[in-house]
Nanobody
Framework: QVQLVESGGGLVQPEGTLGLACAAS????????MGWYRQLPGKQRELVAT???????NYADSVKGRFTISRDNAKNTVHLQMNSLKPEDTAVYYC?????????????????WGQGTQVTVSS
């Protein structure tokens, strides 16, 4: 099995900065993609940013130029640096990882999610 544990989040003022971190653990063979998604109450979860194992990134238009995603392949971690935060960035942020892991000697694919961490941008 693969588990994702998030850290960071909290309350920040508009135009402030905040960082999120996520660590994956388990019998991981390879993580192809890692990313961050967010969800508001009553709304669908939406993509914030993703990063592939080779380093290519993808951002939602709403966060381009303000958020930066990075990962450490050796440590199976992903980070999201959030700058110039706006009230509309307020949401629960979820970490996601897609890859393969070892189960009873066989390679299996996984698509894992963290438990979510609250980010609130308010004065």
């Amino acid at each position: 099995q693969v588990q994702l544990v998030e850290s960071g989040g909290g309350l920040v003022q508009p135009e402030g900065t905040l960082g999120l971190a996520c660590a994956a653990s388990g019998t991981i063979l390879r993580i192809n993609a890692m990313g961050w998604y967010r969800q508001l109450p009553g709304k669908q979860r939406e993509l914030v940013a993703t990063i592939m194992s080779g380093g290519s990134t993808n951002y939602a238009d709403s966060v381009k130029g303000r958020f930066t995603i990075s990962r450490d392949n050796a440590k199976n971690t992903v980070h999201l640096q959030m700058n110039s935060l706006k009230p509309e960035d307020t949401a629960v942020y979820y970490c996601n990882a897609v890859g393969t892991y070892l189960l009873r000697g066989l390679s299996r694919s996984f698509d894992a999610w963290g438990q979510g961490t609250q980010v609130t941008v308010s004065s």
